[in-house]
């Protein structure tokens, strides 16, 4: 990417002048029939606002340019960048209705970062612990080398 693609970058990704993880913009305008407009200062008014809105879309239209070559490199990234796989089994209480359920979940962790992303996900109620456990080791077993990680204790307010 250029400079002047990571410039429009920057402009697009700011909330209220500080840099942003995301980006949302709205275009509006009002534009009359040129039949119904009487008055040569009015039309003159009505192409300098037509001009501005063209030279606005196409600024926007240039930075989402940018914008989808920035997700290209990133694209890329993701698909090339080293990863190890993970395996990991958590236990989870809904507050609200007190119900605990485990989930079974596999990972890409990037070696460089420590990011992880979820690539899959299986949900059993509390009542299928032994199902979870059971999958979890037939999983890990199945996949040698995976890094698995299993933290279904009791949370500490948890009776």
């Known amino acids: 990417m250029t400079d002047k693609d990571n410039e429009l970058l920057s402009e697009l990704f700011q909330w209220y002048g500080r840099p942003a ?3 949302q913009f709205q275009i509006h305008g009002y534009f009359r029939k040129a039949e119904s407009i009487n008055k040569t200062a009015d039309v003159q008014q009505a192409d300098k606002h037509a001009a501005y809105m063209i030279e606005e879309l196409q600024h926007k239209i240039d930075q989402l ?5 920035s997700l290209a490199d990133r694209y890329g990234f993701l698909e ?3 990863s190890v796989p993970v395996v990991r089994l958590t236990r989870k209480r809904d507050y609200s209705s007190s119900k605990v359920h485990y989930y079974l979940c596999t990972y890409r962790r990037f070696v460089d970062s420590e990011t992880e992303v979820e690539e899959s996900r299986r949900e059993y109620p509390g009542t299928e612990r032994n199902n979870a456990i059971k999958d979890f080791h037939a999983y890990t077993k199945a996949h040698p080398g995976i890094i698995s990680e299993m933290d279904i204790q009791k949370g500490r307010w948890e009776k």
């Open 21 to 23: 993880q995301e980006a």
């Open 65 to 69: 340019k940018a914008y989808r070559l």
């Open 80 to 82: 090339t960048a080293p």
